[in-house]
């Protein structure tokens, strides 16, 4: 099936001996099913890509975390899988946040550090997102500060001290983008319809699908 573009990048500007755990943690409002969500911050280190891979894994994050949280319920988390890339996301009463995260930062912490930017955010703008009609980067520097603070781990498991108990019991599991999507969809056809993919994104695209490598960027 088709799997999410940008893998090329990650195989050839992975193993560079980068420490970048969180690749990026994203804010978005959610707007029900039949809507896409609207972006209210976004934060990313992508200092494992080259320059000109940047802009396409940009991109991504854009059009990926619009295709996961539309298809994340109100008070449900789930973890898609992607090789070496894990995007968790929850979504807290309409607000959500998505987490993009290597195998080997924790779960469990993932989804602290999206606890807490989701509480910094509603403790700064209270309820104002409900009303928002169109992407804005106002939830940006809390995301910025979380990202910087949270790339090891063990300081996002020191929020659990001051969080209620997780049940990961619950998280819903994926190990692939299409199986979020809903029955009839095609991730071809959200690529192509994408406001968030530039002509070079979906090109960039189509030639990894042609020549069959697994596209796969978180």
Same mark, same amino acid.
């Given at each position: 099936?088709?799997?999410?573009?940008?893998?090329?990048? %990650?195989?050839?500007? @992975?193993? #560079?001996?980068?420490?970048?755990?969180?690749?990026?943690?994203?804010?978005?409002?959610?707007?029900?099913?039949?809507? /896409?969500?609207?972006?209210?911050?976004?934060?990313?280190?992508?200092?494992?890509? @080259?320059?000109?891979?940047?802009?396409?894994?940009? /991109?991504?994050?854009?059009?990926?975390?619009?295709?996961?949280?539309?298809?994340? #319920?109100? @008070?449900?988390?789930?973890?898609?899988? =992607? #090789? &070496?890339?894990?995007?968790?996301?929850?979504?807290?009463?309409?607000?959500?946040?998505?987490?993009?995260?290597?195998?080997?930062?924790?779960? !469990?912490?993932?989804?602290? %550090?999206?606890?807490?930017?989701?509480?910094?955010?509603?403790?700064?703008?209270?309820?104002?997102? !409900?009303?928002?009609?169109?992407?804005?980067?106002?939830?940006?520097?809390?995301? &910025?500060?979380?990202?910087?603070?949270? #790339?090891?781990?063990?300081?996002?498991?020191?929020?659990?001290?001051?969080?209620?108990?997780?049940?990961?019991?619950?998280?819903?599991? =994926?190990?692939?983008?299409?199986?979020?999507?809903?029955? @009839? &969809?095609?991730? /071809?056809?959200?690529?192509?319809?994408?406001?968030?993919?530039?002509?070079?994104?979906?090109?960039?695209?189509?030639?990894? !699908?042609?020549?069959?490598?697994?596209?796969?960027?978180?």
């Amino acid at each position: 099936g088709a799997r999410e573009y940008g893998e090329e990048c %990650v195989r050839r500007s @992975g193993g #560079q001996g980068s420490m970048v755990k969180l690749t990026a943690i994203v804010l978005l409002k959610w707007n029900g099913e039949a809507s /896409d969500p609207h972006l209210c911050g976004l934060a990313s280190d992508l200092t494992q890509f @080259g320059y000109f891979e940047r802009p396409v894994v940009r /991109d991504m994050l854009n059009f990926v975390s619009r295709t996961i949280v539309k298809r994340t #319920q109100p @008070g449900q988390r789930q973890t898609v899988e =992607h #090789q &070496e890339y894990l995007c968790h996301a929850f979504n807290k009463d309409g607000i959500a946040s998505i987490v993009f995260a290597d195998k080997t930062y924790p779960r !469990r912490s993932a989804f602290c %550090v999206i606890n807490k930017v989701l509480d910094d955010y509603t403790e700064k703008f209270g309820q104002a997102y !409900r009303n928002y009609t169109a992407d804005t980067n106002e939830g940006t520097p809390i995301l &910025e500060a979380a990202l910087k603070t949270y #790339q090891d781990p063990s300081k996002a498991d020191n929020l659990l001290r001051v969080q209620k108990e997780l049940d990961e019991t619950k998280i819903v599991l =994926h190990k692939t983008i299409d199986s979020v999507l809903a029955r @009839g &969809e095609k991730l /071809d056809n959200l690529v192509a319809k994408s406001s968030d993919l530039s002509m070079a994104s979906q090109m960039f695209y189509r030639t990894a !699908r042609k020549q069959n490598q697994c596209c796969k960027m978180m």
